[in-house]
């Protein structure tokens, strides 16, 4: 500890995550003039090619690189210590919280802030990157506008996904509903209702995807069949990158999320949680945005002295 306070490698907050969340978070944390540092492993949501249309200010949208690109810009004007690597442990040290990353060195703060987002369970094929974000997407309220009287695919093998697909008819009358899996696993009241509705059922698996440029134009199917196509929407899910705030003893919810009061705090103090970490519903830019900017708010009244903070006077 010595040592990193004599290399000046103690800082305010360890913000961990550079999406929306934590690009946000470290902004806030620099405006309040705190010490910060970012971490970021390069892999998350920000990385595929969506734009978001629905994020105010930007006429036409922002494409999510380009909008982490700018946020990153904007961190500039700031002592905030952006690191391009993965942290691979937290730990509690001496009143305060270290993070060692994959180099192996390690950071200490008195504040951290999980920013970490989640992992997609997209369908996988050769070089299926390329596709997300430009016609394979998850996310109805992201982009469900963009299938106005288009041909999809819903992928998904339980009621959430035979649900949506039900909703999309808000959209597109050309709706078909793929279990990506060889068995059922929606209710049958679920099927009765795709069914009165007239969107196909097909219990089959991808085999293969046809299409150039990122864009999709034919699934073929294991069974030999095939589904022409403009935009697959993938309902398979996805996991929080909660474990290493389980780790230091953050409480998870049932399917894993970080749980965090309305002020972004967890049930360990000087322990933060932001963006998509935190909940199953509502991955949006916008919240990420506002969830991370509560949180640096919240850890900058937490890191006050006694005589800053109200409570001191009763
Ligand atoms: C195809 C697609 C389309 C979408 N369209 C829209 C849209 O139109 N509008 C909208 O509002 N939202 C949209 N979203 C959702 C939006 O991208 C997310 O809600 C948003 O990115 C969440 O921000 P976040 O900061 O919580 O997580 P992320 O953006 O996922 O960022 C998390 C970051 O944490 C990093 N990280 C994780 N673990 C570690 C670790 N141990 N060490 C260091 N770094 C770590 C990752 O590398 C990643 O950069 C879309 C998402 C996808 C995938």
């Known amino acids: 500890l010595r040592r990193a306070l004599h290399e000046r490698l103690f800082y305010d907050s360890i913000v961990i995550g550079g999406g929306p969340a934590g690009l946000t978070a470290a902004l ?112 109805i309220v992201c982009d469900g506008y963009s299938t106005r009287g288009r041909r999809i695919v819903v992928v998904g093998n339980d009621n959430d996904a035979g649900v949506t697909a039900l909703q999309f008819l808000q959209f597109t009358s050309h709706v078909t509903m793929l279990t990506n899996a060889p068995d059922l696993g929606l209710h049958p009241g679920v099927c009765d209702a795709l069914a009165a509705r007239g969107i196909p059922l097909v ?68 322990v933060f949680a932001a963006g998509d970490v935190t909940r199953d519903l509502a991955h949006q830019v916008a919240t990420a945005v506002h969830e991370g900017n509560t949180a640096a708010t919240a850890a900058n009244y937490f890191l006050y002295l006694p005589e800053q903070k109200h409570e001191t006077y009763g």
Do not use: K, M
């Not at 494409?63 to 509690?92: F, H, K, N, S, W």
């Not at 991808?206 to 034919?218: L, N, S, Y």
């Open 203 to 270: 219990v089959d698996t991808i085999a293969r995807v046809d299409g150039h440029d990122g864009i999709v134009g034919r699934l073929q199917l294991g069974s030999g069949n095939s589904l022409d196509v403009d935009f697959v929407f993938s309902l398979q899910g996805q996991s929080p990158n909660s474990e290493l705030a389980a780790s230091l003893g953050v409480e998870l919810s049932r399917q894993g999320y970080i749980v965090a009061d309305q002020d972004q705090q967890t049930n360990i103090a000087g």
């Open 28 to 139: 806030q944390l620099a405006r309040f003039n705190r010490r910060a540092v970012l971490f970021d492993g390069g892999n998350g949501r920000s990385t595929y090619h969506q734009v978001n249309h629905n994020y105010l200010g930007f006429p036409g949208g922002i494409r999510a690189q380009e909008l982490q690109e700018l946020g990153r810009r904007q961190l500039r004007a700031y002592p905030v210590a952006v690191v391009d690597e993965t942290v691979t442990e937290v730990a509690r040290a001496e009143g305060c919280f270290s993070a060692t990353v994959s180099s192996g060195e390690q950071f200490w703060g008195r504040t951290v802030v999980f920013a970490t987002g989640v992992r997609d369970h997209f369908p996988t094929f050769p070089e299926w990157q390329r596709f997300v974000g430009r016609s394979i997407f998850w996310c």
